[in-house]
Structures are given as C-alpha cells and as structure tokens.
C-alpha cells in the first residue's frame, strides 16, 4: 500500500468552528489532492497540489483553504465548518509524471452537528 | 459541468455472469482512462486503466474497452463473484489538466 497516512480518520465539530484535516506521504510523490465523497456525487476535488507551496482549486473549494509547507504534509482546512461539509475525506497522491495512477488514503469521516 | 458520466448508477448481477458499466466523456483532451474499485470503510484503489492508443486492455476477469471517436470507455468484469461487490469509478485525466475526474460510481452487487 502506499505510504498515506489521513488523520483524524474520525471526527465530529459543531457548525462554526475551524476543522484541520490532516495528509501525510511517505512516498515522495509531487501530486497531492483532496476530494470529498458525498452520495450521488462520487468523488469530487476540492484543491490539489502540484509542489511544495503551489496549490489550486478544485471544482468545490468554497469553504476550503489548504496549504503544503513540506512535501509530505498537505493541509486541508475548514474555516468555519458547516452542516454541508460533512463528507468523507480523501487525500489522494500521485507521482512524478502527469496521468500516472493516484493512490488514495482510507479517508476521514467529518461530521458537522 | 460533469465532464464523465458513468452508467448505471447501481447495478446487480448474479455469479458468474458479466459486469458491465460505462462512461462517456467530454473533453478530448483527455488520454489516461482510469478505473477504481472501492469498497466500504476503504478509500479508491486503482483496478484498471487505458490509454487511446489501444481499443481494449484485459488484465484477468477485468477487461476495459475504449471507442475514442465515440469519447466512451467501459468497464466489464467476467465471471463476476461477490467479492466484485463494491462501488466502481470511471475517471478521466490528460493534457494540461493532469488531475482526475470521476464519475459519480456504480455500486455493484454480485448475488452468489
């Protein structure tokens, strides 16, 4: 399995407070994104990675902010979490070139009461 | 604007029979076919993909056939067996946009 590790893998906020999901690699991979799974919907980006400090928007990102101070660390942060953003969590990696395969953690599970 | 539609969005088939699930997509610019299999409490892992510079690949009971001119790929999965149950993914990537895309997924439940 590829070396991500998603934390927490569980978590329950309440609306209005700030939320920090946390990806980290062991694999050295450039490539790092964040979806959200929601049913009906399938797997949708919310920002991605392409090197250290260099973020972009996915096609949800309202509501969202990350950051990458390191390569293996990339933030995914709610602001102020509300009831629309509980989902399930993936961080996603992949390697050097572009169209290689994407390899997924176990996910986290938030829940905004 | 959902750049790949994936069809159907659930699907039951009894062992042994065929898995067949299918996606069409939009942008041309597209040249990496990937395909995930997920199943509950687990994040997506790669089953299967394509590139346009061939019409069909197989990798076991996994088969993915590829119409460029008509912008569709599917998935078929041979002699399916209950341990096949889980939700499959289309995606898409390519060009300058080198991030995937996923259909919506198709939970597949094979009856034994």
């Known amino acids: 399995d590829a070396g991500i590790t998603q934390s927490p893998r569980h978590k329950v906020t309440e609306t209005g407070t700030p939320v920090t999901l946390r990806c980290h690699q062991t694999e050295n991979h450039r490539y790092m994104y964040w979806y959200r799974q929601d049913p009906g919907h399938g797997l949708r980006l919310i920002h991605y990675?392409?090197?250290?400090?260099?973020?972009d928007k996915g096609e949800v990102s309202d509501g969202y902010s990350v950051s990458r101070s390191k390569t293996e660390d990339f933030l995914l942060t709610l602001e102020s979490a509300t009831s629309s953003q509980t989902s399930v969590y993936f961080c996603?990696?992949?390697?050097?070139?572009?169209?290689?395969?994407?390899?997924f953690g176990q996910g986290t599970r938030l829940t905004v009461v | 604007q959902q750049q790949v539609k994936q069809s159907p969005q659930s699907l039951i088939v009894q062992k042994g029979g065929i898995s067949i699930i299918n996606c069409a997509y939009e942008n041309t610019a597209f040249d990496y076919f990937p395909w995930y299999q997920q199943f509950p409490g687990k994040g997506p892992a790669l089953l299967i993909a394509i590139r346009p510079d061939v019409s069909e690949k197989k990798e076991g009971r996994f088969t993915i056939s590829f119409n460029k001119s008509a912008k569709q790929f599917s998935l078929h999965i041979m002699d399916s067996q209950p341990g096949d149950s889980a939700t499959y993914f289309c995606a898409a990537s390519g060009g300058s946009n080198y991030k995937l895309t996923f259909g919506k997924g198709t939970l597949l439940t094979v009856n034994p």
């Open positions: 996603a990696i992949s390697g050097q070139g572009m169209n290689t395969e994407a390899f």
């Open positions: 990675s392409y090197g250290v400090k260099d973020t």
